[in-house]
């Protein structure tokens, strides 16, 4: 299985769990802490996935990943009421455009292990928001613990051989120095 199809798979299934299993409190900073929450962490591992997904293509990859986390976002929201479906918008948009700087500054193989931790958070983010919506019990935090390992165990392997970015550089100067 791909990285992209994982990923992506993760992020749908984390989606599907949050529409299901939290509902609204009641209390509207409470929800609108929910929303940001969600949002940001799903924002995030999409800005993560889409600059692998589309990492030769910066615009594009910026474009789908504040589309699709500005949607997400909306989504989870609207659970809430209008100003979480705004505050979702925002928060997915803004955390999507970070996770696209942030993995920009990295190459390929640095940036997998980012999309991965992402994930990872991403899960923690959803298990932990279930359990404090449903006042479960804390020794919940082990299946918080299985589902974080289960991701970094299950995470796609490959190996990206791709020379160090300023390689080419270093030539072009040893070039004019001699």
Request: charge should be neutral.
């Amino acid at each position: 299985m791909s990285v992209v199809v994982f990923s992506s798979v993760i992020i749908i299934i984390n989606l599907l769990t949050i529409l299901i299993f939290i509902h609204p409190s009641g209390k509207q900073m409470e929800s609108m802490i929910t929303t940001m929450v969600l949002t940001s962490s799903t924002g995030l591992s999409i800005g993560f996935l889409a600059w692998v997904w589309f990492g030769g293509q910066p615009i594009v990859a910026t474009l789908l990943a504040i589309g699709l986390s500005a949607l997400v976002g909306m989504l989870i929201g609207m659970k809430f009421g209008v100003k979480c479906q705004v505050e979702g918008f925002f928060s997915g948009l803004m955390a999507s455009m970070m996770g696209i700087m942030l993995i920009m500054m990295f190459d390929k193989q640095d940036g997998l292990f980012l999309l991965m931790t992402g994930l990872a958070f991403l899960v923690g983010i959803t298990v932990f928001s279930i359990a404090k919506q449903h006042e479960l019990k804390y020794s919940l935090l082990s299946v918080l613990c299985i589902s974080i390992t289960l991701v970094f165990f299950l995470f796609p392997k490959e190996v990206i051989n791709q020379p160090y970015q300023h390689e080419h550089h270093s030539q072009i100067i040893l070039t004019l120095l001699t």
